[in-house]
């Protein structure tokens, strides 16, 4: 078991030295100035960097576009058994986090973040909190690093959540046994859009919820598949028209998909001025 005093467990590489030896590239990670921190305080640190470790994110991980350290919750706990949570004042079923467990394993999570909570975000992955968007992706990305806080049980303390002025955010309206795997998502979708770890920054311009609708649908080789064809405007050569075809199908599939989408889509449109019209005019 380790010591609380220990530093969080980290996920990544090396930077790659000319050497007649052999070594371990995942001993340490890459150091990168100005490299976004991501940072998990959980009871299952071996939960990460799971599916993080893979494709992009992990490529970008193991270059040092991004940091991930695990700050394990059961370090902090008290007396022999390492105790992190306790019954529910008033009564009821389950468990809750301590809010002194809590608070110790926060205060070793933000040594050395930036202090400004917009560039360096502490949330608390809840069911009960705001939900999770593209528009929480990009603010996130924009910022210096994230910390996140994975429940377990009932929940946590409502103290130590005041206390650290923590953000609450649900990854939807259902209930998982834990806050690893929406914590995994989050950063997925966050990191995606850190400069670099997708390569075509134009990709997550075009994509579902970049501009408030759904993306339209793809096509590739072959031609023909089952007897459906690539719809012809995307074989045409004429770029102009089928900008406007990708638009029309995004718009449709919003309306039909998600409505609660459209109508916001709409109300946006609506607020902007029209040319020749000043503001406030009708």
Not at 78 to 98: I, N, Q, W, Y
Not at 106 to 122: C, T
Not at 222 to 245: C, D, F, R, S, Y
Request: charged content about 25%.
């Amino acid at each position: 078991m380790s010591n609380p005093s220990d530093p969080p467990k980290s996920h990544g590489r090396l930077s790659i030295k000319a050497s007649l030896q052999p070594r371990d590239l995942m001993e340490e990670p890459r150091v990168v100035k100005g490299a976004f921190d991501a940072r998990v305080v959980t009871l299952f640190p071996d939960a990460f960097p799971g599916t993080l470790g893979l494709s992009l994110t992990g490529r970008a991980l193991d270059f040092g576009l991004w940091r991930l350290n695990t700050v394990p919750l059961r370090d902090f706990g008290e007396g022999r058994h390492r105790t992190v949570d306790d019954t529910p004042a008033g009564g009821g079923a389950g468990m809750v986090l301590r809010a002194d467990v809590v608070d110790a394993a926060l205060r070793v999570a933000m040594q050395g973040a930036d202090p400004d909570r917009s560039l360096w975000p502490v949330v608390y992955v809840s069911p009960r909190g705001r939900p999770f968007d593209q528009a929480t992706a990009r603010r996130w990305a924009a910022g210096s690093g994230i910390t996140l806080l994975c429940g377990r049980f009932e929940g946590v303390d409502q103290r130590v959540l005041d206390h650290w002025q923590i953000e609450e955010v649900s990854l939807g309206d259902f209930v998982l046994t834990g806050g690893e795997i929406a914590a995994q998502a989050m950063l997925d979708a966050t990191v995606r859009l850190l400069p670099g770890v997708l390569g075509n920054a134009a990709s997550t311009e075009e994509e579902s919820f970049s501009h408030g609708l759904l993306e339209h649908p793809q096509y590739t080789r072959p031609q023909v598949w089952e007897g459906q064809e690539i719809p012809a405007v995307l074989t045409g050569g004429n770029h102009g028209e089928v900008a406007k075809w990708r638009r029309a199908q995004a718009e449709a599939l919003t309306a039909a998909r998600r409505p609660d989408l459209w109508a916001a889509h709409q109300a946006a449109q609506d607020a902007v001025p029209k040319p020749g019209r000043k503001p406030g005019k009708p």
